[in-house]
């Protein structure tokens, strides 16, 4: 049957105009106010905080190793940062338990990425070939062990890494632990206090939690950033045995058998 345009045009006449501001005749809205822990709030004023950087996350390679290197530098206290030794042995052994947080970037990148992209030269923004040109940002660096919480010998790592590899050495990484031991998370300072810790945090525990290649994740941190962890779904354990560092850490677990936030209105 032809379609009746008169019919419509009338329709589309007799409806109301669209407009950007709210309607006058509306119904009433519920006056109370809106709750602080609104989910759309929190999404709207961290993605604000995020600005010009739209970040996604990728797994790390050997390939990765001079940028994480680089920003295991700029973001940590030189006592707690991995030498570029043990960040190798990580990157090449467990590879897929270590994550990159990524922002598209181009040498007219100006504002914060622009700052690191002229403090030194970034392989992936400068290849011709490169797919993607991209900056790494922000990274997680783990192993796995079987102890429960992260130990001094799972910190360590066998020097003879490159010539003898060992599926569960006394030291580093054990291929059957049933716990990932986060190492290294950091965020480069540029972009620190934009919510992207959380954002890389939250997105590797879910990884982790749905790859189901272990029951648990266990870290040491600071006292100052138990709040932050615990925002993950992570418990305070107590004081960690851990020297690494000058000691004086907490041990922070997330168990996926005792079940975490998944309802975390905030992700
Ligand atoms: C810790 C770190 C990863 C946080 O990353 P970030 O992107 O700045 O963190 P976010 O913006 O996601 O912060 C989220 C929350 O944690 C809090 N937080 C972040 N860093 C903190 C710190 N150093 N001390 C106390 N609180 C902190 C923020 O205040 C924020 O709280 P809010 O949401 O209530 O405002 C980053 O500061 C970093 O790389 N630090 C140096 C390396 C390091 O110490 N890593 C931790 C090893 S255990």
């Given amino acids: 049957m032809p379609r009746d345009l008169l019919a419509d045009k009338r329709t589309l006449d007799e409806m109301p105009q669209l407009s950007r501001e709210p309607a006058t ?122 102890s429960a919480v992260v130990t001094d010998d799972s910190m360590d790592y066998p020097k003879d890494f490159r010539t003898n590899y060992q599926l569960t050495p006394s030291t580093g990484h054990n291929e059957d632990g049933q716990t990932v031991c986060i190492h290294s998370l950091c965020v480069h300072p540029n972009f620190s206090g934009k919510g992207l810790g959380q954002v890389l945090l939250k997105s590797y525990v879910q990884r982790i939690r749905d790859s189901g290649v272990a029951k648990k994740i266990a870290l040491i941190c600071r006292d100052r950033l138990v709040g932050f962890y615990e925002k993950a779904g992570f418990s305070k354990v107590g004081p960690s045995k851990c020297q690494y560092g000058g000691g004086n850490w907490v041990d922070m677990v997330l168990d996926f058998e005792e079940g975490m936030g998944d309802d975390d209105p905030d992700f």
């Fill in 25 to 146: 005749d509306a119904p009433p809205q519920d006056s109370s106010p809106m709750p602080l822990y609104s989910p759309s709030i929190i999404k709207e004023d961290r993605f604000k905080k995020m600005g010009d950087i739209h970040p996604f996350a990728q797994l790390l390679n050997l390939d990765d190793l001079d940028d994480c290197d680089w920003l295991e530098h700029a973001a940590f206290d030189p006592i707690e940062a991995a030498t570029r030794e043990k960040l190798e042995y990580r990157l090449r052994t467990c590879g897929e338990l270590c994550t990159g947080l990524f922002s598209s970037a181009y040498a007219t990148s100006s504002g914060s990425l622009g700052e690191i992209i002229k403090a030194r030269q970034f392989q992936s923004i400068d290849a011709t070939d490169s797919d993607r040109k991209r900056i790494l940002i922000g990274h997680i660096i783990a192993t796995k062990s079987h």
